[in-house]
Nanobody, 127 residues
């Protein structure tokens, strides 16, 4: 089973950029659909991005398209979330997620599609 560790969060001014990284362990990393969700205290978990096992398919909500990009490097067991033109509304705890069943692209926007969650990395955008 894949284990996930996020990094790259921090404090950034509005309009700035950050790249989050998610390092995965486990011999099956390159076969898993992966993604990012975010959640702030008192708010519902929100889908941010998903990518298929080989990077051929991605899904980003319309509200984030043009600012957020997801990519992966299976040789490095790492998934990335590039965030540009950050807004104060982007302040959240960002979680990296992985689907356990290999080679599937299945309901990528649904939290229950992912069995493995990282601990999260905090992104704070100041005005």
């Amino acid at each position: 089973q894949v284990q996930l560790v996020e990094s790259g969060g921090g404090l950034v001014q509005a309009g700035g950029s950050l790249t989050l990284s998610c390092a995965g362990s486990g011999r099956t990393f390159g076969t898993n659909m992966m993604g990012w969700f975010r959640q702030a205290p008192g708010k519902e978990r929100e889908f941010v991005a998903a990518i298929s096992w080989n990077g051929g398919l991605t899904n980003i909500p319309d509200s984030l398209k043009g600012r957020f990009t997801i990519s992966r490097d299976n040789a490095k067991n790492t998934v990335y979330l590039r965030m540009n033109s950050l807004k104060t509304d982007d302040t959240d705890l960002y979680y990296c997620v992985a689907r356990s069943r290999a080679l599937q692209w299945a309901q990528p926007t649904t939290p229950s599609s992912y069995e493995t969650w990282g601990q999260g990395t905090q992104v704070t955008v100041s005005s």
